[in-house]
T-cell receptor
Framework: EAGVTQSPTHLIKTRGQQATLRCSPI?????VYWYQQALGLGLQFLLW???????NRGNFPPRFSGRQFPNYSSELNVNALELEDSALYLC?????????????FGSGTRLTVV | AQSVTQPDIHITVSEGASLELRCNYS??????LFWYVQSPGQGLQLLLK??????LVQGIKGFEAEFKRSQSSFNLRKPSVHWSDAAEYFC????????????FGGGTRLMVKP
């Protein structure tokens, strides 16, 4: 069984540009979660999607957005990039949207803003 | 709102020695508790989880954790550490009334001496 896959592995962008990160969940998982892991800030919850809808959002500005497609894959978009957006972005999926379950994480996308 | 504290930022143990990583949580009801491990540049791997029942939980790689409600703790233990256990360990708490979001502690970096 394929795990959670994220692309690209690394992404370098210039301040002010837009970044698009992609995530494919484990087959059969309908929930996708996005987390930001910035140096010194730990893992911060960004977004939760389930069945194509945004279900919950962390304390991030609106320039962080995303969507979930009918095949349950997801995109995270970060507009107007700032230097402090440099981080590892982790996607996770779960098959238990109605209750808390253990997530399965992807290996992440390392975003560097210069 | 739930929160997680991992008091030890860094821990160094000798190979073969026992290990205990501390985790304290704050949550009003019975929490869902997790331990994840992250190797450098990688995503997070689930070690074990506690939902209910037996308070001593067995996980992968020889790890176990004990839920102590009276102490609001969920400490991770391993009787004999291997060099390959060097990584960062994250404790997390989840709640269905928080949008199925996991809240992570700041992590404990484990170093293993030969």
């Amino acid at each position: 069984e394929a795990g959670v896959t994220q692309s690209p592995t690394h992404l370098i962008k210039t301040r002010g540009q837009q970044a698009t990160l992609r995530c494919s969940p484990i087959s059969g998982h309908t929930s996708v979660y996005w987390y930001q892991q910035a140096l010194g800030l730990g893992l911060q919850f960004l977004l939760w999607y389930d069945e194509g809808e945004e279900r919950n959002r962390g304390n991030f500005p609106p320039r962080f957005s995303g969507r979930q497609f009918p095949n349950y894959s997801s995109e995270l978009n970060v507009n107007a990039l700032e230097l402090e957006d440099s981080a590892l972005y982790l996607c996770a999926s779960s098959s238990l949207p109605g209750r808390v379950g253990g997530y399965t994480f992807g290996s992440g996308t390392r975003l560097t803003v210069v | 709102a739930q929160s997680v504290t991992q008091p030890d930022i860094h821990i160094t143990v000798s190979e073969g020695a026992s290990l205990e990583l501390r985790c304290n949580y704050s949550y009003g009801a019975t929490p869902y508790l997790f331990w994840y491990v992250q190797s450098p540049g990688q995503g997070l791997q689930l070690l074990l989880k506690y939902f209910s029942g037996d308070t001593l939980v067995q996980g992968i790689k020889g790890f176990e954790a004990e839920f102590k409600r009276s102490q609001s703790s969920f400490n991770l233990r391993k009787p004999s550490v291997h060099w390959s256990d060097a990584a960062e360990y994250f404790c997390a708490v989840g709640a269905t009334n928080a949008g199925n979001m996991l809240t992570f502690g700041g992590g404990t970096r484990l170093m293993v001496k030969p």
